[in-house]
């Protein structure tokens, strides 16, 4: 931490099942404070998972924040904090997709909400995709869709597609290998 600026007190305000909400105390060079909020989660994996054609497998799956279907890659949180993005990613794609892959390349990492939390999402691009089974979650509903970049890409420009982890990872596939 800076010198300006210093956490003397953390408290748990909540204990989620995905996140735990903290107060933070916070001191200023100037004698000022002030309290925060950090919400704290132990990170979570996406995938963008190419097929041999080009096209794009994407998850449609209920969002309760946004109390709506959205439209996103597939993805999910770390079983456990010591939990790599990798494994996570790869777990996640044949759970939410029905697919498997042992090419899993590493494209980005995104902080999602940096000015209050502290989650963290490894991005991986899966290709040599091999059909498996879904093992959807106890409440978990996702139906599975093939897409062209140029039809993401579309849906990413018109406000269809909002979610920052798949405008992230379709924009950085598309710069880094569709020329």
């Known amino acids: 931490m800076s010198e300006e600026i210093r956490r003397v007190k953390r408290e748990l305000a909540y204990h989620g099942t995905v996140i735990d909400v ?3 105390y916070m001191e200023f060079e100037n004698g000022g404070t002030e309290e925060w909020d950090y919400i ?4 979570a994996a996406a995938v ?4 041999d054609d080009g096209r794009i ?5 209920y969002r309760n924040a946004l109390d709506r279907y959205t439209l996103e890659i597939p993805a999910g949180k770390l079983d456990f904090p010591e939990e790599s993005g990798i494994d996570c990613a790869g777990r996640e794609l044949e ?5 498997r892959s042992e090419n899993l390349e590493w494209l980005l990492t995104l ?3 940096v000015a209050l939390c502290n989650e963290r999402i490894e991005i991986f691009l899966a290709r040599d995709l091999k059909p498996s089974k879904q093992k959807l979650d106890e409440g978990e509903y996702v139906t599975v869709k093939a ?5 993401l890409k579309e849906k990413i420009y018109a406000g269809e597609i909002e979610d920052s982890k798949t405008i992230s990872a379709v924009l ?3 710069d880094k290998y569709i020329k």
């Open 57 to 61: 497998l994407m998850v449609t799956q």
């Open 22 to 24: 903290y107060k933070d």
């Open 111 to 113: 902080r999602t909400t």
């Open 147 to 151: 897409y062209t970049v140029k039809e």
């Open 40 to 43: 704290h989660h132990n990170g």
């Open 95 to 99: 759970e939410e997709t029905g697919y």
């Open 172 to 174: 950085a596939y598309t």
């Open 48 to 51: 963008i998972p190419v097929l």
